[in-house]
């Protein structure tokens, strides 16, 4: 009566679950040295409350009338729900959608299960830029697909070239994140197009058009002018998936969709295919509750500005405490390299090591390996302006006791 | 830039959504002919409203102002909510479990999605009695895992021998669904007892003791002082899978739970299996606005009387219409006999086509073929009254017209 084999590694590996369990270590030594003590940049809880829009619209769902209002819906959602994402991704991409080219999921990723679950066929492969979120490992293989990361160039941008020598017949799909979790990448429009380009002509030679799945959970969160590309009017076989965790800071109710572009040659069996995968794989459909909260309140988000004081503030303490790291563009994540440590040739630094070597001074960070890009470590600054002011101390020790 | 050929295929399959399908084309009639004119017995979507516990629950959560109640919680699930559930298992299963003991999921069909994900390896066998809900084959294939279906007795009561004789060393576990769906039996105790007996002696005569998976979200609903029997106390490898579908009438919001009897052996890695599966699979954790519902309200359901009002209704219009039936002893599904057909022989009646038939009398139910029963179709009758009482004209004519 064992559990399955494959569970049981996966499970206990090192890597699998660092960022997680980093989060639920946190959670034990705040307990035994106090909240104040311990600066926990593990993972991307937003420490933004829901915005007012949110709130109020989670008063109005609880206290609204209808018959069957928690009963089950269509397996896609609410038709009105669809019809609001379907004018929010219409407005982000520059296309005009139907609510029947959306969706309805519990979390971006719900959506991005669902959409591999449509496309893989077993041994397909799912082409990723790295550093990357390390879930989309798993997300392929729960489809038996695999995962084919591409590294970025030197600044994080998506190295085309690479990615265009990695397709080959079995791509079924390139994911691509921006803003970029862990680094804060924002690929620009023209490396969009370029990718489109090259996308294309893969397809034309092969006869298999890859999709380019877009996952933009941090789309609104962007910093000094940057503006996140649009992809649907440069590449028919796209499709976005993503949530309102960040931007409506409410990452504990799942609630996200899948937009397909309206110009896709197969969107009908893709739309159907992704309501098949939501059925299928038990999610049955999204949360009937938040459905009705965030068709009410995706277009009032957080105050991003919150983010752009706590990146700048964190960024001024890395200065101070010594520390090399990319300047994010999106999202609220800080990609730091680690510091070289003496007797060590530059490049074999150790995240793993370091990590353990931080959280013994109560810094928590989560080691890049597990994006794919080891000698960096991701620090999440989605957290108090007080944990930030107070954390300088502890990483300046934790470097200099390291070299 | 075809989508995966097998969920082509599969989603595409008259049999793999014909409860489903009944279920949205029922929408369509309704439109079409009016909300009266049809009578729509397709899918298990309860008519009664939430219990008032769950909508003072509901407007408590949202009136509650406490930083982060949306966000991220441990993948398990609030440990105030698995605790309110340990207790409620613990009851119904005379077992003590601890908060430890429990999972949040998404609803019954996540939590089985989890825990298949925990124990099957490829080629694993998952058994179930039929008749069976039809999205078992899927959940079980998601994994590589195969479905072996076993006819149950002609009372529909399991087949103890027959199972014995489907065990081998493939088999991962025994799925039982008391109160069972589609046919609303419920297994005595006697039966749950010589099933333990007979796994247990498979286990030690092979070594792998099989897994017993008990879905019971229709535990509570149950008719003539029928009482689902308890399994924890009698086999030591058991769980349970469940919702608040049913018994607070809260299909939409998805949430559910494992439950492992702290009995088991490998108690511990299958809770820790469960709980990774629940975030690989892209769940990640329970919506925590319905973790706060249910742990809440979870013990002032809905009036099941209700039920037994609806089900007395729908066996008098049958008796009426001339059709042969199951009583149900409990959830609240009325397992129907496909009217013998002239010039066919006894058995071969065609419930697809029968059900086609009954959809052009404007009444919906769902074929036996989908339950790995053919001969028969399901009526749910979670419907309103006024759709019983007035059912039983069209169901007449449709049977005179078919023989």
Redesign the interface.
């Known amino acids: 009566?064992?559990?399955?084999?494959?569970?049981?590694s996966?499970?206990n590996s090192r890597m699998?679950?660092v960022i997680?369990r980093m989060?639920?270590e946190g959670?034990i030594l705040k307990k035994k040295y106090g909240e104040d003590a311990v600066f926990d940049f593990s993972?991307g809880?937003?420490?933004l409350?829901?915005p007012k829009g949110v709130v109020k619209a989670?008063?109005e769902?609880?206290?609204l009338r209808v018959?069957?209002?928690?009963?089950?819906?269509?397996?896609a959602g609410y038709p009105e729900t669809r019809s609001a994402m379907a004018q929010k991704v219409g407005r982000e991409q520059g296309a005009a959608l139907a609510a029947q080219n959306v969706v309805m999921t519990?979390?971006a990723?719900?959506a991005?299960?669902c959409v591999l679950?449509?496309?893989?066929?077993p041994g397909?492969e799912v082409i990723v830029s790295a550093p990357f979120f390390p879930?989309y490992a798993?997300?392929a293989a729960?489809?038996?697909g695999v995962l084919k990361p591409v590294s970025a160039r030197p600044d994080f941008s998506l190295d085309i070239a690479a990615i265009g020598d990695a397709l080959s017949e079995k791509t079924?799909c390139v994911l691509i994140n921006s803003p970029n979790n862990p680094s804060g990448k924002v690929y620009s429009q023209e490396d969009i197009i370029a990718l489109a380009e090259t996308l294309t002509a893969h397809?034309k030679k092969t006869g298999?058009?890859?999709?380019l799945v877009c996952d933009e959970p941090y789309r609104d969160i962007v910093y000094g002018g940057k503006k996140v590309a649009a992809v649907f009017p440069h590449y028919s076989?796209a499709a976005v998936v993503s949530s309102f965790a960040k931007n409506l800071?409410?990452?504990?109710?799942?609630i996200g969709y899948i937009a397909a572009n309206p110009a896709m040659?197969?969107r009908d069996?893709?739309i159907?295919?992704c309501i098949?995968?939501n059925?299928?794989?038990?999610?049955?459909?999204?949360?009937?509750?938040?459905q009705r909260v965030v068709a009410a309140s995706w277009d009032s988000p957080v105050d991003y500005s919150l983010y752009t004081e706590r990146r700048n503030m964190l960024m001024a303490v890395l200065d101070k405490a010594g520390y090399e790291y990319a300047v994010p563009e999106g999202a609220f994540y800080l990609f730091v390299k680690v510091p070289a440590k003496k007797g060590f040739a530059q490049g074999l630094a150790d995240d793993m090591g370091f990590c353990d070597h931080l959280k013994s001074h109560l810094a928590l960070c989560a080691p890049g390996a597990g994006f794919g890009c080891p000698g960096w470590f991701r620090m999440a600054y989605c957290v108090s302006k007080k944990t930030i002011e107070h954390c300088g101390g502890a990483l300046q020790k934790a470097r200099e006791a390291w070299q």
Chains 1, 2 share one sequence.
């Not at 679950?117 to 066929?121: D, E, G, R």
């Not at 800071?249 to 799942?254: A, F, L, Q, V, Y």
């Not at 049955?284 to 509750?289: E, K, R, S």
């Open positions: 009566m064992p559990i399955a084999p494959y569970i049981y996966t499970m699998s679950s997680r989060f639920e959670a993972i809880n937003p420490d409350e829901p989670i008063e769902t609880a206290a018959t069957g209002s928690h009963g089950y819906m269509p397996n519990a979390g990723a719900a991005l299960t679950k449509a496309i893989l066929s397909d879930e798993h997300y729960n489809h038996r079924a397809g298999r058009l890859p999709y076989a800071s409410i990452p504990g109710e799942r040659s197969d069996d893709f159907a295919a098949f995968a059925r299928i794989l038990g999610f049955v459909n999204a949360p009937a509750f938040f």
